[in-house]
Nanobody, 125 residues
């Protein structure tokens, strides 16, 4: 069964850091585009960062540029999101997503087929 499992969320003070992980099981994701999205209460799910299968191409939402770094370790079938200088407005459930094999990582939720259950990030002021 194809599964994505996020971890690493938690409560942090503004200015702090967290590292999210997304472990993929069920098949190899080394040829998939992958991404992180986030959803705050009462808001739509929004794009945060994406990475190509090789890791050579990365994309960030304007709100994440300069603070978040997306990476992946295909040998471990795991993707990461390093989040620094966190702000209260970063508070949300963070979801990892994967395309079908060979898919290119876009910024729309419709471009992703596989989703994790989410991990909560709460940033206090």
């Amino acid at each position: 069964q194809v599964q994505l499992v996020e971890s690493g969320g938690g409560l942090v003070q503004a200015g702090g850091s967290l590292r999210l992980s997304c472990a993929a099981t069920g098949r190899t994701y080394s040829s998939d585009g992958m991404a992180w999205f986030r959803q705050a209460p009462g808001k739509e799910r929004e794009f945060a960062a994406a990475i190509s299968w090789s890791g050579h191409n990365t994309y960030y939402a304007d709100s994440a540029k300069g603070r978040f770094t997306i990476s992946r370790d295909n040998a471990k079938n795991t993707m990461y999101l390093q989040m620094n200088m966190l702000k209260p407005e970063d508070t949300a459930a963070y979801y990892c997503a994967a395309t079908v094999p060979g898919g290119w990582p876009g910024t729309s939720t419709s471009e992703y087929t596989y989703w994790g259950q989410g991990t909560q990030v709460t940033v206090s002021s």
